[in-house]
């Protein structure tokens, strides 16, 4: 039996080819996600990594072992298989590492609408059947197999991208774009095409070994070309995207990064004025800015967990028009609401362009506080240190406790969250305060205990 373990994540399949997975393997993914769903057919894409079309192919393949119709759509971005899903009404699955390296590759699924596939909505049941067949053998083929179609839907992509953000009022934009060599060189000059903006690419050359940097833009040293490039040029902003261009990064017109927080709010405050009294997801380490823009903007905020899945079923269950993360992770009701950070891109590009200052003076008013950015302590025992931080702080009168995701301390001018990781042995400190120094005494006491 293949141990899948390590491969199958809370979201979605990732790991090392060929070390941990293989085409093989994704044949009996691709077996299993037909039948989960129980779909006639499904969608398949894939990014630019060495190992993707190969094994996109042998998902599709196992897929229409099983009497599915696959309409195979090539490269792709996340976010334009999302797209597919929906427009389609198909399930579907892409083919991606996302900002991992080289040698990883996975797989992220999804439900016709581009509902999502986690481990409470589909993937243990697909883990089991991969795991069970990779011992016993393939189930039977179907009697009649399904069709392996292939289908663009780029330009379709673009157009339904266009059609929610207007940007013929906008004021000619220069743009640095940083594709990082992954998709976001594929969709960026076919959404951008006939739109009122100077184009000025950087690493756009689709290669899954990326050459160049990382294309995980999380990590400040990945934009620094992109940052020296804004300022070279004078560009009126530069956007980063990550390998699989789900995730949007911006930087100003001085090259400062833009906190993905004052992103929600700027996008959020635009979201709310075309549906007054909507309402808006964020989660539990997105500033506070957003609630209160939110507020001011005439919409609901509501708070939950940090994680695509949680973010995705609380907009279904109350309908959200938005919700952002601290990830940069931006998601759309007019999107299936799925995340694209296209989208989010389009909205940054339309408020600037409507009116005459900067980037930087756009969006002080959406960025308030001072934060100290996500940062990792690698700790063996991470509920003995968290409950040594809840210890240190629960008996203080000024402060309010709250376990929705981690430890989530809030006092009157300052708070913080301490959250376990998932995969690797890290408890993860997010501060925000109203001034800096604040934010350095409340980490440097919380650091203390959990680096104790």
Known sequence: MADLSQLVKAYDVRGV??????????????????????????????????????LS?????????????VTEIGLCSTDELYYASGALDLPGAMFTASHNPAQYNGIKMCRAGAAPVGQDTGLAEIRALVERWSTEGAPPSAATPGTLTQRDVLADYAHHLRTLVNLTASRPLKVVVDAGNGMGGHTVPT????????????????????????????DPKNIV?????????????????????????????RGE??????????????????HPGGTVIHNCITSWSVPEIVKEAGGTA??????????????????????????????FRDFWNADTGMLAALHVLAALGEQDGTLSQLVARYDRYAASGEINSTVADQPGRAAAVRAAFEQ?????????DGLTVTAPTWWFNLRASNTEPLLRLNVEARDAQTVAQVRDEVLAIVRA
């Open 302 to 331: 509501v708070r939950t967990r940090v994680g695509h899945s949680f973010i995705k079923a609380e907009m279904a269950r109350t309908g959200a028009i938005f919700g952002g993360e601290h990830s940069a992770h931006y998601y």
């Open 57 to 69: 192919r042998a998902f599709a393949e196992g897929a229409a072992a099983r009497g599915v119709d």
């Open 17 to 54: 080819v060929p070390d941990q997975w293989d085409e093989t393997l994704a044949a009996l993914f691709g077996a299993a996600f037909a039948q989960v769903t129980g779909a006639n057919a499904v969608v398949v894409g894939h990014d630019m990594r060495p190992s993707s079309p190969g």
């Open 191 to 218: 959404v951008f095409d006939g739109l009122p903006i100077e184009l000025v690419p950087l690493f756009f050359e689709l290669d899954g070994t990326f050459p160049n940097h990382e294309a995980n833009p999380l």
């Open 225 to 253: 070309d992109l940052q020296a490039k804004v300022r070279a040029t004078g560009a009126d902003l530069g956007l980063a995207f990550d390998g699989d261009a789900d995730r949007c990064f911006v930087v100003d017109e």
């Open 257 to 274: 990064p833009v906190p993905p927080s004052a992103i929600t709010a700027l996008v959020a405050e635009r979201e709310l004025a075309k």
């Open 396 to 404: 203080r009168p000024d402060v309010q406790l709250d376990e929705l």
